[in-house]
């Protein structure tokens, strides 16, 4: 009997054991909020594209006795600041590899007028920044996306090169006439070989 309750309790086992769903290997994300496991949107981690925005930043801020709209503000006036220092990247290079195509100046010079230019922009001057996406961390931490559209972007070059030019005319002129040259010759480059064809 004992050998048939054994024999029993065995197949049981088994069968229960059979039926157990196997362990899933843990999954890794992609992105995590900072110091935790958990999943965070792309965005978070400074990776991916979001749709609509040309360029943008990561704010963050953590949670506050003073509230949610005082974290939120803290955390856009950090998001606006780093904002500030891609937009000085996309006009710093920008500036460079259009100075350079025209072969004026020499290369110092044109990294002081690419930073004279990139120096006008400020967390401030970003008019057209917004937040576009927020995000708590398990902690409380409000991450928030902050960042300008095409049009915006755009605007935000132009003031950036328009200010350099009035503050630095004498390094600009040179650039100026060299550019429009360049244009020129492009332009009858262009119309020439049209009447090639």
Not at 103 to 131: F, M, N, P, W, Y
Not at 145 to 157: F, M, N, P, T
């Amino acid at each position: 009997m004992k050998k048939i309750q054994a024999l029993t309790l065995v197949a049981v086992a088994l069968a229960l054991a059979g039926c157990a769903k196997p362990k899933k290997s843990e999954e890794v994300a992609e992105c995590v909020f900072p110091q935790t496991t958990a999943k965070a949107p792309m965005w978070v981690c400074s990776q991916g594209a979001v749709e609509g925005v040309a360029v943008w930043a990561t704010g963050s801020y953590q949670k506050t006795a003073a509230g949610a709209a005082f974290q939120q503000d803290q955390a856009t006036l950090n998001g606006r600041t780093r904002l500030a220092q891609q937009m000085r990247v996309v006009v710093t290079s920008g500036l460079k590899a259009a100075i350079q195509t025209t072969g004026a100046g020499a290369s110092e010079t044109v990294d002081q007028v690419a930073s004279s230019a990139s120096k006008s922009i400020s967390a401030e001057t970003l008019v057209g920044s917004r937040v576009f996406r927020t995000a708590y961390a398990p902690d409380g931490t409000m991450f928030v996306l902050v960042g300008v559209d095409e049009a915006a972007a755009k605007r935000v070059v132009q003031q950036a090169v328009q200010t350099s030019m009035n503050n630095d005319r004498a390094q600009w002129q040179q650039f100026q006439g060299a550019k429009l040259q360049a244009d020129l010759a492009a332009e009858v480059y262009k119309l020439g070989t049209q009447n090639m064809r």
